[in-house]
Each structure stands twice: as structure tokens, then as C-alpha cells.
């Protein structure tokens, strides 16, 4: 008998850790939801975990504790709650693979810990790579650990490189929506509100990624996290505007020659591929009709409209902790606007004031991402407090 492959989803109650499930449950020979983590959906973990019976259920929000405690441990399932505990979760022994699908930088130190013990990493959380990934690129070359990417993008390229010589590519094309407001004038941007900012043309996702995607930082991140997938020297890492979202991304090499790999816009498809080793699962989910898309359009990027898809590669030219910074003072940002507390236009203001704030660390150790990280957030926030500069 085949062995079922052990996941843990390191952020179950999201949107791409609820699309997992979906996909273990799909292939139930051939998966298994060992350990279930999440932030602070108690009520959504404890219905997953009594579907799933995993070996184990976690909870970063450690007021929860009693709540999950009680409702699991009847079951014979492990509870355990709190930042500690979901990082030593990932090294259970019985883990195969973690899905990394929890949000922003709270993934970072659950995915160091899973590459230290060796474990297969599906990675959705590209925070990780943007705060880290010299650090994470280092780290993978002394474990047995390997990632295979989920994000849309990434999964493209990863697809578009089988049986490639990597020596061979000219450049990757990522493929960007443009977000909601490709369509918008600078001016427009100014006043735009958080329900217009959280609907996404093509993709169903979390709230903090759509934002991203809105401003378009969510590209910068991507090209980061190209450079460290994918070994490119960042100029040959380009974006493309792209409205359909059909064409996922492309490889052009050095024949002239472009690979790409398309499909409608879904993450079951690149978390099915993940989860599967590369290799194509069965299914019977709707696919691709080609000639229902007609028209694939592709554009240059609007940089005087959306300049946050430009720090990306600025990010990469200064190095050091630079991304961290760029990361945490744009989490604290996007929370400050989808509460009301600040304008679209300022998420921007505040990762540029935060940039000046914080010393530069030339080669930062995983102390110093945890301190930039904390000290970035502090300036961010204490810059939203003083509303004056903002205005
Ligand atoms: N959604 C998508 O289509 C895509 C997402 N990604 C990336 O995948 C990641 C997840 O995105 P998405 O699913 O949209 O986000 P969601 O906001 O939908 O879900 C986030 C998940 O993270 C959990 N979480 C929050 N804080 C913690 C914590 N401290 N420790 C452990 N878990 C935590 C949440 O738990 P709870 O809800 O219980 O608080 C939730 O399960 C992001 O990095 C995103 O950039 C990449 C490509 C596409
Ligand atoms: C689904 C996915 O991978 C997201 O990262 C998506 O790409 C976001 O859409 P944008 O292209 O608008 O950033
Ligand atoms: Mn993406």
C-alpha cells in the first residue's frame, strides 16, 4: 500500500489553507492533514480538525487554548497553543510536507524550523522569502529540505523550468492582474475605499494579499521571490501586466523561445500540483476553455500610477534588511487602511518614511530580521498615530 503523504497546513482557516483541504480531501490515498495550525479561528480549527482528525491542532492565539482543548481532546487529539508552539509543531517527526499558508511575516520563524528538520515546504507564505531569503536560501543548502512553490506565479515558472537548463533563461515574466484599479487615475487612488481595494478582478484571496495585490507590491514581492526561487539575477526578472490572469507566467530563454503555463485563475491548481511532487494529479474540476478567452491581453506596467511594484527590485539592488523593513512597515500599513485608519495612497507614504527610519543591516542574521521586523512595525505604527504627517 502507497503511504499517504503527512501535511501539516500551517494556516488552515485561510484562504489557501482551506483550498489544501479541499485538495487532500480530493485524493484522500493519497494525503492526510496530520497538523492543522491556525491564528485565531478557533471555532473554523476545531470543525476542520473534527474532519480531519489530525494527530495534532495548533493555535497561535493563546487565549483559545481551552476552547480548542476542550473540543478536541475528547478526540484524542494533541492541542497545543501559543508562537512557540506553532513553531515546534513543525518538526513532528511524522510531518512529510508543510503547506505554508499563513500570512506575512508570522510565517517565518514555522517555515525556518520546518527546513531545519528537513521537511518538504509547499510554500504560499512568500513573506518568508521577501523578509529572508538569503537566510532561507542558505539554510535549504544544509537540510535536506526542498520548497516547491504555490504561488500562482511561481508555481508557472517552477512548471515552465522542467527539464530546462537554468544557465538558459533570459528572463521570467511574471504575470500581474493590475488589480482592481488598473483602470483608476492617480487621482482616483487618492479617495478609493477599502471594499473597492478588497475586489479583486480574478482572484478570491485573503484580505492582506489583496491589498497587496491593489497597490501591486504583491509583483515586488513576487520578483523577490523569484530571485531567491529561482537563483535570476533580478534584472531578468520582469512583471507584465496581464488582466485575464490566464496566462500564470512565462520563461523566455535564451533561443528566444517562451514557456509559460496557463490555467483559469484558481489555486486548487498550483496546490494540487505542489502537493502532488510535481507530478499531475487527476481531476475532475472544471478547466480551461481557450476560446472562451479570445483576447489575452498583456501590458507594461503603470509605474507612476502604482510605484510600489518598482521596490521590489530596489529592494534587491540594497540588500540587507531592507525587504524586512519594506514588509513589516506594509503589514502594520495594510491593517491601518482596511481598518479606515489611513488612505490607499498612504501605504506608500509610510513604508517610504519607515525605509529612512530604520539602520541599515548589510547581512543581516535571523536576530537581526527579528529586530527590524519589530522595530519597523513601531516606527509604522507610531507614524499612523501622528495622523498630522499623514495628511
Ligand atoms: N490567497 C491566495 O490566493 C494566495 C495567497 N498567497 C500567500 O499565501 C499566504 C496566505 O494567504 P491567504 O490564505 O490569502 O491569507 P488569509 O488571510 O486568508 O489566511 C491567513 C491564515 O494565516 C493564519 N494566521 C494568521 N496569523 C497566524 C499566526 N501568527 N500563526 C499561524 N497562523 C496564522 C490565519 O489564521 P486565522 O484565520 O485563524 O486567524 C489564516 O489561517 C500569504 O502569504 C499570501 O501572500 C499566495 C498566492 C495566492
Ligand atoms: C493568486 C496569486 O498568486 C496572487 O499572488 C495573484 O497573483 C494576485 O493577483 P495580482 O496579479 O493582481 O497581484
Ligand atoms: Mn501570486
Redesign the pocket.
Known sequence: MIKQKQIAV????????TQTLDIINEYPDKFRASVL?????VEL?IEQAQKHCPDMAVI?DERKYSALNSALKPLGIKVAAG?NA?ADVMELETIDTVVT????Y??LLPTLRAIQAGKQIAL????TLVVAGELVTRMLKESKSEIIP???EHSAIYQSLIGEDRSYIRSLIITASGGPFRNKSAEELVTVSVKDALSHPN?S?????TIDSATMLNKAFEIIEARWLFDVNPEKIKAVVHPQSIVHSMVEFVDGSVKAQLGLPD?HLPIRYALGNSKRLHTDSKGLSIADYACLEFFEPDSEKFPLIKIGHYALERGGNTACVINAANEVAVSAFLHNKIRFTQIKDIIEHTLLKISFVTNPTLDDYVETNKESRIIAEELIQSKLQLE
Open positions: 500551517l494556516g488552515s482557516t485561510g484562504s489557501i489553507g495550525v491556525a491564528g485565531s479561528n480549527l497561535a508562537a506553532v499558508a499563513s500570512v506575512g508570522s510565517g504560499a507564505n512568500k513573506e504555490v504561488d500562482s482572484w484571496m485573503g484580505a492582506k494579499i489555486m
